[in-house]
């Protein structure tokens, strides 16, 4: 009997040998780079919410001979000689790239915050309430329009902030610190990219700001991460604290523009009442014969933001300028080939088309799919080693172009009206769940199409690539069960009209 | 004495179900104190039904219109060998379908297919007569993992959590002579990943993979057990505690996922007849109910099965008897 025991505590042992740590990345972890261009004419790049890169003021900055600078080299001397752990850590996570962090900072409140509100005990429904932002339910619902809104702000801020340091580098060319003194090493890769003011303060004050607008709750949060941030330019030997100071004047004043334009661009009335929501889907039903209607239980009396076509757009000078054709009426042929396609996809759950509905789901809890087209940026941000100039660019026009996206294809879901499959096929069944607004133009098309044309611009190399994610996570949709495939088709027509207006712009920045 | 004995553990192999919001947990890990002689197989067929219509989002009890009633039809088929009169080898694999009750608000498709296989080795480590009962110690260690690509990405209608599982178990029965017993479990249940089919999922935080991290759970178990007319039929009224030691909560009006940390308390009866006309024939019944929890389905199961005991080749020499 011995041998059995000894059989069985080597199984034991075996089994706790393979109960391993568990470690799964929480962020992009990418090596220090250096970067493929310094955009020293960046500071004339075109700006989106001032008219130039020297509109926003700051002080001249002290010659590094002054005493005042030599002071404050020595006091950073005194810092870099003693690095906690936790400081450490931190200079290496926030990289000299760190419009990726904040990027992903924006990315994880959104997914914290796409939670749609449930019913009240009486079958009510409340609705976030920004006045009263704990709720309950909390505020933001961070839905698609909302969270593409809050990037396209947060990157045309950063995007115009940079250009601003960019304008003040190249005016005053202040080296950093570890150019002048030996005993400070920089954490980084030296870019010759001048210090006054610095790119990272720019970008840690106006993201800081601009979120905790977007997400009131996470000002503590994000003041904690700020500080953090600046911190850690400081510790990296590449910033003394009047480069800092002078980025995050720079931060705020940007961040003070884009949150005045935000607050007048129309968000606020996207979410109608129920009667404003009724007239609109009476007004579809008198010029098509068909409505959408939302099919929980208890129904919700509103579809998610029927008026977010209103919304201000960046580059599109008129949303019904990208309006789509109408859909097929419910008794064309078009119509019922459909029928019987989704028919089919429902009855034959492949591997394949299980996995590309789930893969571009992005739905309730995630970050969107605005989000998901962020994520891909910052793996190509990094692939071609991009500056932070360069990087805030991309966010930039890549969500602007996604968010005028999402304002037309509102306007053709609000417009057209058009009902999602499992309200006109009895007894559908989906594995995706059915979104509460209307069906035709599918959002996941049109952001994902209009955010493919954005990277296929800025990343020629990856246009095939791009391009064909977008038509899958457009089909995702059909897969899924809850769109007709013109909503896919047609919707990803829109997302590369619509983001055409956006590269029309960017292509005569400056940067090209 | 040894006739006795010999009838009880001819009597009988076990079925273990947990189920947990929408899986079933070790759901074949033996974990009775009864071991089958060196020759002796059992075979179980059983169907269990389990549903639920509330369900704990963190710690608060709540209905979800979008899911209705949920429904988990389970047909399992399991093995149990006696290698050695102290060494049992279990295997079994169960097959479920989950659904919602019409109507509901979410309009999702369940799933079904093929769950986890489960393995477990039982040894018996102490088996003592005193004068009043019997006292017995045993350690079970089980290993499972999914035999089909069900997602487990897809609650509640995934079929199990997706991921492995190693569990370690120790058993400890007192049975009096009257037929009487009282039997403690505890088990550590290890579990590794499970794959979803999206690359970014938040679970208190942003992760940027398709791997979750199933948590480890301990479980304990405590039995009431009663051998009744002349060891033709077993009862038991079992208590069953299982929590998750880590893990995020199911968050506001949303689906729960593989990293949540679940908890449940569980209360079960259980009866085993040995039909008397048919050589080898089992029939059990059992009911089991969630009554507290977190992150938990509040689900009531009940199962009914058959087993069947049977030589698997001729008696072998024993140096030692009961």
């Keep these: 009997m011995k041998h059995i025991k000894f059989l069985l505590s080597s199984i034991a042992v075996i089994f706790l040998l393979i109960s391993c740590e568990k470690d799964l990345p929480n962020y992009l972890s990418y090596e220090n780079y250096v970067f493929s261009s310094a955009d020293e004419d960046g500071g004339s790049w075109q700006t989106t919410l001032i008219n130039s890169g020297d509109e926003i003021i700051i002080p001249a900055p002290a010659d590094i001979s002054s005493a005042e600078y030599q002071q404050e080299l020595s006091n950073l001397k005194q810092e870099v000689s003693n690095l906690s752990d936790s400081e450490e850590k931190a200079i290496e996570y926030w990289t000299d790239n760190p419009t990726i962090r904040w990027n992903e900072i924006a990315l994880e409140l959104i997914a914290k915050y796409n939670i749609i509100p449930g019913p009240n005990a009486d079958g009510t429904y409340t609705l976030p309430n920004p006045n009263n932002p704990s709720g309950p339910p909390a505020f933001p619902f961070a839905h698609p329009p909302y969270a593409v809104r809050a990037l396209a702000y947060l990157s045309v801020a950063q995007f115009d902030g940079l250009i601003s340091a960019w304008h003040y580098k190249y005016t005053y060319n202040r080296p950093a610190p570890f150019k002048q003194d030996d005993e400070i090493k920089y954490a980084y890769s030296d870019n010759n990219i001048p210090s006054y003011p610095s790119d990272g303060a720019v970008l840690a004050s106006v993201s800081r700001k601009i979120l905790t607008a977007m997400f009131p709750l996470e000002a503590e949060y994000l003041e904690a991460k700020e500080a953090e941030h600046l911190r850690s330019l400081l510790l990296s030997g590449g910033y003394v604290e009047s480069d800092i100071e002078a980025g995050k004047i720079i931060g705020n004043e940007i961040a003070t523009e884009a949150l005045e334009r935000a607050s007048t661009d129309g968000m606020k009335k996207a979410q109608t009442p129920k009667a404003v929501s009724d007239s609109i889907a009476d007004a579809a039903y008198e010029r098509f014969g068909w409505k959408w209607v939302n099919k929980e239980i208890p129904q919700r009396p509103v579809g998610l933001t029927p008026l977010y076509s209103q919304v201000r757009m960046w580059n599109v000078p008129n949303v019904e300028l990208t309006r789509p054709i109408p859909p097929p009426s419910l008794d064309s042929q078009a119509y019922i080939d459909d029928v019987k396609i989704l028919k089919d996809y429902a009855d034959n759950i492949t591997t394949e088309r299980r996995r590309i509905a789930n893969f571009w789901q992005d739905g309730l809890g995630t970050y969107t799919p605005p989000g998901h087209w962020n994520e891909f940026a910052n793996r190509f941000i990094v692939k071609y080693k991009l500056n932070p100039l360069r990087s805030a660019r991309t966010f930039a026009y890549l969500n602007m172009a996604m968010m005028d996206g999402g304002i037309s294809c509102w306007d053709a879901k609000y417009y057209y009206h058009y009902p999602r499959p499992i309200q006109t096929i009895e007894g559908f069944k989906t594995i995706a769940g059915t979104p509460n607004f209307p069906s035709y133009t599918s959002g996941h098309s049109v952001f994902s199409a209009a955010g493919a044309e954005v990277l296929a611009y800025i990343f020629p190399q990856e246009a095939t690539l791009v391009r064909g994610w977008a038509k899958e996570a457009a089909i995702s949709r059909v897969y899924g069960g809850i769109h007709w495939t013109f909503d896919a088709y047609i919707g990803t027509e829109q997302g590369i009209d619509v983001a055409q207006y956006t590269i029309d712009v960017a292509q005569v920045d400056g940067a090209d | ?322």
């Design chain 2, 1 to 322: 004495m040894i006739n006795k004995m010999h009838k009880l553990k001819y009597l009988f192999c076990t079925l273990f179900v947990v189920p947990i919001m929408c899986t079933h947990l070790s759901a074949q890990t033996p974990s009775d104190a009864i071991m089958m002689n060196a020759e002796q197989a059992c075979i179980l067929l059983e169907y269990n039904y389990g549903s639920f219509d509330q369900y704990w989002e963190g710690s608060y009890l709540r209905e979800n219109q979008t899911i209705a009633t949920v429904r988990r039809n389970t047909v399992m088929s399991m093995m149990a060998v006696g290698i050695l009169d102290k060494l049992n080898f279990f295997i079994g694999v169960p097959y479920i379908k989950t659904e919602s009750s019409d109507p509901n608000g979410g309009k999702f498709a369940g799933a079904s297919g093929f769950q986890d296989l489960s393995l477990a080795l039982k040894y018996q480590i102490i088996n003592k007569e005193k004068e009043k009962g019997t006292f017995s110690a045993l350690a079970t260690v089980g290993f499972s993992t999914p035999v089909s690509n069900y997602l487990p990405d897809y609650m509640p209608y995934s079929l199990g959590l997706g991921a492995p599982e190693l569990s370690y178990r120790a058993i400890a029965q007192y049975q009096w002579k009257n037929g009487l017993y009282l039997r403690g479990a505890g088990a550590f249940l290890w579990r590794g990943y499970a794959r979803a089919e999206r690359e970014y999922y938040y679970n208190n935080g942003s992760y940027y993979t398709s791997l979750m991290d199933v948590p480890n759970a301990v479980t304990f178990e405590g039995v009431l057990g009663l051998w009744a007319f002349k060891n033709a039929l077993q009862l038991e009224f079992s208590y069953m505690s299982s929590n998750s030691t880590s893990g995020d909560d199911i968050r506001s009006y949303n689906a729960p996922q593989p990293t949540n940390n679940i908890d449940s308390d569980r209360l079960g009866l259980f009866a085993h007849f040995y039909v008397p006309s048919v050589k080898g024939l089992g029939i059990v019944a059992y009911h089991n109910r969630v009554v507290n929890g977190r992150n938990a389905a509040k689900i009531n199961t009940t199962g009914v099965g058959l087993t069947y005991y049977f030589n698997y080749r001729k008696k072998q020499d024993k140096n030692e008897t009961y």
